[in-house]
């Protein structure tokens, strides 16, 4: 009942905050590289649990080291291990998605707008939508949390963020008995659309850009003899989306931004992703082991816009409007319907199992998988006419290993992984990780997407599928990496280094028309990160040059740099506080511009975009098991004149005040 109560109390306490107003961002982050996700160590004396719960004899009780969590993966590789929940107050700030991503991401200047990797990612193999843009702003399935939890854990977290910017976060979770847990996430994401033309003295109302609802219901079930485990979960995303093409920026500055009229003011884009997981293994003897996967995902994305005739108009006097923003038309040029609908059910079976050497251990895992997928699109055609459609579906079989052998000291350890998808795609990924290296080398050879394959709609079409003269090919990367790990005193130095050699590259062009590069070309990027602890103070920073050989397919800005101080100092004997400030600079470059119609970023040449020092201060504060934080989000927005750009056209949201609260409770 008290849970109950609190999710009411939080739910419509987010609806009057959205009726007044006020704004808010994120559930805590989980940081790919700064992060940790088995808790630790905050700086200074704010490191403790946060406080566990005692009883009448002052015997601890409930807090975070008895609440604890595992991943699916680390179950499939025998190397389960509970994790206790982090209470640290660093990285509590990093609210924005690109923040918590360390900026290895960009968007389109507000929270829940399409996303897209600064660098080039290794593709899947098999056949995949391509329609990834919004994908981050769910709940992942290799992140998805089980746990067990020796009393009701909430997590309740919630941030007033500027500029109407709002998520709610709401975690729940607990032990039907031992060996069976349930539990749920909840989120609700919002964002105020900031430009409409209208000047904000007589604007009376603003819209919603972005609304996005996530919910996971997740649980894991182990047998008394530990022989059977299974774990499930279902995933829902429902993202909402109003796509305005860029803004027309007026020929003089101006820093009411609600002055800036959109290109496009009609066109909205809803995904929703239904996604049921199931993971169970049984254990017949320690090295020889069952295990199932099953996964059912539903993937639906429509776009409209019943004002066409904006996306049409140009003007050369502004850079927005100098071409286009829809190509062409074919069919109607008063209206866009556009719909695809994925359904794709994934069947794996294998074997696994462990064998132990005195104090090392060697894995193995080999696995058969079956997938089945139907995608159909539909678009317009004309406007009393029903909508046209086509469809394409496949049958494909994989056949898969991997071997890991762990070395006696329990830090080091070689992995190889192989996969090929009978007749077409294939992968291979070799990796060293110890105490002071990290590397490793994969090849992969994939098929296109589905949208780079085939797509038809009243603005583009191209259809390589079954034709000999434009075919795409299979894209091939093969990548070596590595990385140290030095510690020299209280200074850690972490120089890396990547190396990509891509064939059969495919890009979207200027027009937003897939194109495969029949030549090869390199990427080499470096990077060195930095860690310095002098006391209560802590400096750390990462950094990255990167080379391309071919930037007419590809742009990446040469340089991309993070950086961060802090200091940590304790208030009134209870105040544990960490004050700082963080900085993020990418140099000059033509980043892509985004496509909403087919959820594609691609190559444009009329702006440069970056050459800009991103600066933001903040404090952390925790008080028992409360976590607070004040920031000042993009503090030298619009200073001096000066306007930094997410995406073309564009801008960051100008500077605003955030103020988040992160509350657990284990009883």
Same mark, same amino acid.
């Given at each position: ?43 200074? /004396? ?95 399935? $290799? ?7 020796? +009393? ?58 972005? !609304? ?46 609600? !002055? ?19 993971? /169970? ?61 994925? #359904? ?21 895992? =080999? ?7 139907? $995608? ?41 992984? =192989? ?15 110890? #105490? ?15 949208? /780079? ?91 990255? +040059? ?19 101080? !802090? ?14 400030? /963080? ?9 892509? #511009? ?74």
């Amino acid at each position: 009942m008290n849970r109950l109560y609190l999710l009411s109390v939080s739910m419509l306490l987010f609806g009057w905050i959205q009726t007044a107003k006020a704004q808010f961002p994120s559930r805590l982050p989980n940081f790919p590289q700064g992060g940790n996700r088995g808790g630790g160590a905050t700086g200074g /004396q704010g490191g403790s649990a946060g406080g566990a719960i005692l009883d009448d004899s002052t015997k601890l009780v409930y807090g975070p080291t008895t609440t604890r969590y595992f991943l699916e993966s680390d179950v499939l590789n025998n190397r389960k291990k509970l994790f206790p929940i982090d209470t640290t107050l660093e990285g509590v700030q990093r609210t924005n998605y690109l923040s918590r991503y360390d900026y290895l991401y960009t968007d389109l200047g507000n929270l829940g707008t399409a996303l897209r990797p600064l660098y080039y990612e290794t593709p899947a193999i098999g056949s995949q939508t391509g329609l990834n843009v919004y994908g981050l702003y769910g709940y992942q399935t $290799q992140n998805v949390r089980y746990f067990d939890t020796r +009393s009701p854990y909430t997590n309740m977290y919630l941030v007033l963020g500027g500029r109407g910017q709002n998520i709610l976060n709401f975690d729940f979770s607990r032990n039907i008995n031992p060996r069976f847990n349930l539990g749920f996430n909840l989120q609700r994401m919002t964002s105020d659309d900031q430009y409409s033309g209208t000047s904000t003295t007589t604007s009376t109302s603003t819209q919603r850009l972005i !609304e996005n609802w996530n919910f996971v219901a997740h649980g894991n079930y182990r047998s008394k003899s530990n022989k059977y485990t299974l774990l499930a979960h279902y995933n829902n995303l429902n993202h909402r989306s109003k796509d305005q093409g860029g803004v027309v920026e007026p020929a003089t500055f101006t820093t009411d931004v609600i !002055e800036l009229a959109p290109v496009l003011s009609s066109a909205n884009s809803h995904e929703k992703r239904n996604d049921l997981h199931v993971y /169970q293994q049984f254990v017949l003897d320690t090295a020889f082991q069952v295990y199932h996967t099953l996964d059912f995902r539903a993937q639906s994305y429509r776009y409209t816009d019943t004002n066409m005739g904006e996306g049409l108009q140009t003007d050369t006097t502004t850079p927005a409007l100098q071409r286009p923003f829809y190509p062409s038309v074919y069919f109607d040029s008063t209206e866009i319907r556009q719909t695809t609908l994925f #359904r794709a059910l994934d069947n794996q079976l294998g074997l696994k199992g462990q064998f132990a050497f005195q104090q090392s251990a060697f894995n193995y895992r =080999a696995w058969l998988r079956n997938r089945l997928y139907r $995608q159909t699109t539909l678009f317009n055609v004309e406007r009393l006419r029903p909508d046209s459609s086509y469809v394409n579906s496949r049958f494909e079989t994989y056949l898969g290993g991997w071997l890991g052998y762990y070395f006696p000291d329990s830090l080091t350890r070689v992995t190889a992984e =192989a996969e090929y998808l009978l007749g077409r795609d294939f992968r291979f990924q070799g990796r060293l990780e110890s #105490r002071f290296l990290t590397a490793g080398y994969e090849s992969i050879f994939a098929s296109p997407t589905l949208i /780079q394959n085939r797509f038809i709609s009243n603005v583009y079409q191209w259809d390589h599928i079954g034709r000999q003269s434009t075919e795409f090919d299979l894209r091939g990367t093969q990548h070596i990496y590595g990385q140290l790990n030095l510690r020299l005193g209280k200074l850690t130095i972490s120089p890396g280094i990547d190396y990509y050699l891509l064939t059969n590259y495919i890009y979207f062009d200027t027009a937003g028309v897939p194109r495969q590069l029949s030549s090869a070309f390199s990427i080499l990027r470096t990077g060195l990160g930095l860690q310095l602890r002098l006391g209560k103070f802590r400096a750390l920073g990462q950094g990255y +040059s990167t080379l391309v050989s071919n930037d007419d397919v590809l742009r990446i800005p040469t340089l991309m740099a993070n950086a961060q101080l !802090e200091y940590n100092f304790l208030l009134f004997k209870k105040l544990y506080v960490l004050a700082g400030l /963080q900085f993020h600079y990418k140099s000059a470059y033509f980043a892509d #511009r985004y496509m909403p119609l087919t959820q594609q970023y691609h190559l444009q040449n009329d702006t440069k975009l970056g050459d800009y020092l991103l600066a933001e201060p903040f404090v952390n504060f925790r008080i028992n098991r409360v976590r607070l934080f004040v920031k000042l989000a993009h503090a030298n927005q619009e200073l001096l004149g000066q306007i930094y750009y997410s995406a073309p056209y564009f801008r960051t949201i100008s500077r605003s005040v955030s103020f988040g609260v992160h509350w657990l409770l284990f009883d």
